[in-house]
């Protein structure tokens, strides 16, 4: 199981940090992504990170401002948003996959487990 939390209201400017936690296998086995999807929009990839750690990678609309890290240690993954923006919200998921993360923003044709999600809401 992958649980997501971290989620919630913050104003435009402010910051959260997100996690992803996996209960029931090791999560140093995988790659990581973060996505997120906005009422009526499709689910767009976020950020991803190799199992290791050393290999990152950001969508445009969130490059400079979010920051994703894992801790294989702890069995998490964590997004890091800062200089949050009103269409950053939306629901966030996190998902383990066959993730490339070399060549960009993970892509949900490669993801094969999800967590349930955490909405972010960034008020104006």
């Known amino acids: 199981q992958l649980a997501e939390s971290g989620g919630g209201l913050v104003q435009a400017g402010g910051s959260l940090r997100l996690s992803c936690t996996a209960y029931g296998f090791t999560l140093g086995n995988y790659a990581i992504g973060w996505f997120r999807q906005a009422p009526g929009k499709g689910r767009e990839g976020v950020s991803c990170?190799?199992?290791?750690?050393?290999?990152?990678n950001y969508g445009d609309s969130v490059k400079g401002r979010f920051t994703i890290s894992r801790d294989n240690a702890k069995n998490t993954a964590f997004l890091q948003m800062d200089s949050l923006r009103p269409e950053d919200t939306a629901v966030y998921y996190c998902?383990?996959?066959?993730?490339?993360?070399?060549?960009?923003?993970?892509?949900?044709?490669?993801?094969?487990?999800w967590g349930q999600g955490t909405q972010v809401t960034v008020s104006s």
């Open positions: 990170i190799s199992s290791s750690g050393d290999t990152t």
């Open positions: 998902a383990t996959g066959d993730f490339n993360c070399r060549v960009g923003a993970p892509s949900i044709d490669f993801a094969s487990y």
